[in-house]
Every structure is written in structure tokens, then in C-alpha cells.
């Protein structure tokens, strides 16, 4: 999978899509930091999800940034997403490969090297982290730390997503220790202080 080192931010979507949403994403991807934006909708309806779906897929296809569907595998092929992120207790990869072929799909690995070596054989196109902090977007389950991301380093070249209360102050040593790209969530559309523009400008 070939990445742009500049856009490391893997965007996720908040659980609920606003009117204001589609605006504000555009002008978040605009800034070129994006390289990953997650459809992640738990609560709304397959056709809900699909209307939310098409418009956000086009202006992610606006600003070259790939979009990928949470869970989903039905849904990644109906809107023939750039591809999905799979759970460990959501459908397996070779199932999902046959739904929507050479498409990207990541893999949660929770704080596992057991999993993400599982992941690598499966030719996962990327294995996800976490929780590194601790987050207002998920209840946290599994703790990561620094270490699991050299360790992961040193058996893969595979891309590493980190997950988990990423912000302004605490994103930079996860990129220093090699995790390819952020998945951030709440620090960008829940910040209490600063709008998503704002917020995705303090991420350099």
C-alpha cells in the first residue's frame, strides 16, 4: 500500500453527520493531511448510511484522500469504497476479499502481536493499534504502548494505523515511533476549543 508521508492523519467519522459536517470536511481535507477517512456510523440504517456514504465519497474523491467503511463489507462494496476496516469479530478478511477484491483492508490488532502477526499472513493492507490514550469516542478495552509500535516495526514493513486520544500534544511521539498514520476522531470534531479547521492545523 503506498502512502504519502505528509498526509498521516487517518480521519474518522463522528457517529452522528450534522448539517454543517459536509463543510467542514472539506475544508478539513483541504489542509493535506488527510490520507484515510473511515465512514464509521454505528446507529443509522443500511440506506442511511448509503446516502451519507455517496456524498462523503465524493469529496474525499475532491481532495485524493481514500475512503474506506467501518464493519461494513456489504456497505464498502455498494458504494465501492476504496476499501474497509475490519474488527476482530467482524466478517474475516478472506470473506471480505472475496466481496470487494483488492481493495484496502486494515485490521484491528487491538495491543496484540499474536493478532497482527495473524493479520500479516492474511495480507492485511494495514494492521490498527490502540488505545495508546485514553479516548471520549470509545470505551477502552485494550491498552497499546510505544513498545508494541517497535516491536510491530521490527517483524513488518506493513502500515500501521495508531488509535486512541490522539491530539495537538501527544500525536508526535506516536509518528516518531514509526506508526505510519493517526486515527483521530473526537480531537477533531468533538474539540471543545477549537473548530475542525483549527484543529487539524495544530497537527504538523
Same mark, same amino acid.
Given at each position: ?20 459536517? #459536509?463543510?467542514?470536511? =472539506? ?13 464509521? &456510523? ?14 462523503? %465519497? ?7 484522500? %481514500? ?11 455498494? &458504494?465501492? =469504497? ?20 483488492? %481493495? ?5 490488532? #487491538? ?7 495473524? =493479520? ?29 509500535? +517497535? ?40 474539540? +471543545? %476549543?477549537? +473548530?475542525?479547521?483549527? =484543529? ?5
Amino acid at each position: 500500500m503506498k502512502f504519502n508521508r505528509k498526509k498521516f492523519i487517518y480521519l474518522i467519522s463522528p457517529l452522528k453527520i450534522n448539517k454543517s459536517f #459536509h463543510g467542514d470536511l =472539506a475544508n478539513v481535507l483541504k489542509q493535506k493531511k488527510v490520507g484515510f477517512f473511515q465512514l464509521r &456510523l454505528k446507529k443509522e440504517s443500511f440506506k442511511k448510511k448509503l446516502i451519507i456514504g455517496k456524498k462523503i %465519497k465524493k469529496i474525499c474523491k475532491k481532495f485524493d484522500v %481514500k475512503f474506506l467503511v467501518n464493519d461494513d463489507v456489504y456497505l464498502a462494496k455498494k &458504494l465501492n =469504497a476504496d476499501g474497509c476496516h475490519l474488527g476482530q469479530k467482524d466478517m474475516n478478511i478472506f470473506e471480505a476479499r472475496k466481496l470487494i477484491g483488492n %481493495k484496502i483492508i486494515g485490521i484491528t490488532c #487491538h495491543n496484540s502481536i499474536r493478532l497482527a502477526k495473524i =493479520a500479516i499472513n492474511n495480507k492485511a493492507d494495514y494492521l490498527a493499534f490502540g488505545a495508546f490514550n485514553s479516548s471520549k469516542t470509545k470505551r477502552i478495552k485494550y491498552k497499546a504502548s510505544i513498545n508494541l509500535l +517497535k516491536k510491530a516495526r521490527k517483524i513488518t514493513k506493513t502500515a500501521i494505523v495508531a488509535i486512541g486520544g490522539i491530539n495537538s500534544s501527544n500525536y508526535q511521539k506516536l509518528l516518531l515511533n514509526k506508526a505510519n498514520f493517526l486515527a483521530i476522531s473526537g480531537y477533531i470534531w468533538n474539540n +471543545k %476549543k477549537l +473548530k475542525p479547521v483549527q =484543529a487539524i492545523e495544530k497537527l504538523k
